[in-house]
């Protein structure tokens, strides 16, 4: 699925507001007539977009597993998209399984603000060191404790996480783009991430300071919470590592 989370409270049904499991949930259940709860791969937070989350969900429907997209889409608003459907094992779970989930985080790095690009990246003017950038974002690769790298929010106990690559790039339109692939991510994990690496990128950090600020188990050792709307969900790749 593709959606441009903005107008929503995140992926997960909740009290608060509207979400894109339950704008799904709604949709499916009129279109298939029964109810239907999806199973997302991703809970993605409030106002954060994706381009490949994935879902499962059990129906009796005889609709052609390739066709229920386009016969859903008719129903979905214009911002969430269904991008491809298809029929999978019966004890597939989107969460259970090996998997590696890659997001991407894109700061617009100028002097003014674009507003065509307002929803989808974060507007930060002072100029940011890439290359230094990119050398901080080495220190996460492997497998760490990424506790100091979670919400204090964050209710699981096991904060080991293994980051398979992470890159920092700007694109010719002044775009610092960074690039995080893992097989699982704490609460709020990459926007921290994030936050860490623009205080690399303006000097506040030396590039080595990611390894001590891991070591250290603390929330407070890390740097801000980027906001939500620069994040995106790129996509996620199921299969048995190599």
Not at 14 to 31: A, D, F, M
Request: charged letters at 20%; hydrophobic letters at 35%.
């Amino acid at each position: 699925m593709a959606y441009d989370g903005t107008a929503y409270c995140g992926w997960q049904v909740q009290p608060s507001g509207i979400t894109i499991e339950e704008v799904l949930n709604r949709e499916l259940s009129k279109l298939l007539g029964e109810e239907i709860q999806v199973i997302g791969a991703s809970r993605t937070d409030s106002g954060v977009h994706s381009l490949g989350n994935v879902a499962v969900f059990d129906t009796r429907t005889r609709i052609p597993p390739g066709k229920l997209c386009y016969a859903l889409n008719q129903r979905l608003p214009e911002d969430i998209v269904v991008q491809s459907s298809c029929e999978v094992a019966g004890d597939f779970h989107p969460r259970r399984c090996y998997s590696e989930k890659t997001y991407e985080y894109r700061i617009l790095n100028r002097q003014i603000p674009l507003p065509t690009l307002r929803k989808y990246t974060y507007f930060y003017y002072r100029s940011l060191d890439v290359a230094k950038m990119q050398q901080a974002a080495s220190f996460f690769l492997g497998e760490h404790d990424f506790k100091s790298f979670c919400s204090v929010k964050t209710t699981v106990e096991d904060t080991v996480r293994t980051v398979l690559s992470c890159t920092v790039e700007r694109t010719k339109d002044d775009v610092v783009v960074i690039c995080v692939t893992g097989t699982g991510f704490l609460y709020n994990m990459v926007r921290i991430m994030a936050g860490t690496l623009i205080q690399v990128g303006i000097g506040e950090l030396e590039p080595d300071d990611i390894a001590k600020i891991l070591a250290k188990r603390e929330r407070s050792a890390a740097g801000p919470t980027a906001p939500a709307h620069g994040l995106t969900m790129i996509g996620i790749a199921y299969g048995q590592p190599f």
